[in-house]
T-cell receptor
Framework: GIQVEQSPPDLILQEGANSTLRCNFS?????LQWFHQNPWGQLINLFY???GTKQNGRLSATTVATERYSLLYISSSQTTDSGVYFC??????????????FGKGTLLTVNP | DGGITQSPKYLFRKEGQNVTLSCEQN?????MYWYRQDPGQGLRLIYY???????QKGDIAEGYSVSREKKESFPLTVTSAQKNPTAFYLC????????????FGQGTRLTVV
């Protein structure tokens, strides 16, 4: 099946710093999403971005599908940005079997 | 409000008992999914359903069962055959299976005591 690798696994920042999270995937995909998992465990949708670039406030994301990677940029980080960031890719395997496969996440800690 | 509702939020089970986790959505989505998350890990797919009365095994289906009798509902039963059931369980839905955005419920934390 498709492999999803996220880097770095852990990241510690001071408030106000910028960061880039990376997601590499091993095959062509139909779908790519970025999520933020809050301290209560809920997954918050950040971006649905199978290709191209999107921005939402201090966050932006770029997916280069032909090179099989996606980047999530966080600018002027705040303590509330802390948590785990997941990349998930959707692809068919074995004919009609579809899976949304998650990476292991990046644990971001923003210190005041 | 439209969304995905999982219940209960916390669940305790004695070893050897089956337990059913509820997932309901009012988004009119065709596809629904169940994932398991262990501490410090990503999410792993248990089962998914593309349409009513149809479901497919994911990567870790052993010890679990599902049904999809209604479009809105996709309950997950954790059976006594699941060797290590303590985990955080997340349900998701999307308009259809491929090429559409998936949305998640708030999760159920299951503890075996």
């Amino acid at each position: 099946g498709i492999q999803v690798e996220q880097s770095p696994p852990d990241l510690i920042l001071q408030e106000g710093a910028n960061s880039t999270l990376r997601c590499n995937f091993s095959d062509s995909v139909n779908n790519l999403q970025w999520f933020h998992q809050n301290p209560w465990g809920q997954l918050i949708n950040l971006f649905y971005i199978p290709s191209g670039t999107k921005q939402n406030g201090r966050l932006s994301a770029t997916t280069v599908a032909t090179e099989r990677y996606s980047l999530l940029y966080i600018s002027s980080s705040q303590t509330t940005d802390s948590g785990v960031y997941f990349c998930a890719v959707g692809a068919f395997s074995g004919g009609s079997n579809y899976k949304l496969t998650f990476g292991k996440g990046t644990l971001l800690t923003v210190n005041p | 409000d439209g969304g995905i509702t999982q219940s209960p939020k916390y669940l305790f089970r004695k070893e050897g008992q089956n337990v059913t986790l509820s997932c309901e959505q009012n988004l009119n989505h065709d596809a629904m999914y169940w994932y398991r998350q262990d501490p410090g890990q990503g999410l792993r797919l248990i089962y998914y359903s593309q349409i009513v009365n149809d479901f497919q095994k994911g990567d870790i289906a052993e010890g679990y069962s599902v049904s999809r009798e209604k479009k809105e509902s996709f309950p997950l039963t954790v059976t006594s055959a699941q060797k290590n059931p303590t985990a955080f369980y997340l349900c998701a839905s999307s308009i259809f299976v491929a090429s559409t955005e998936a949305f998640f419920g708030q999760g159920t934390r299951l503890t075996v005591v």
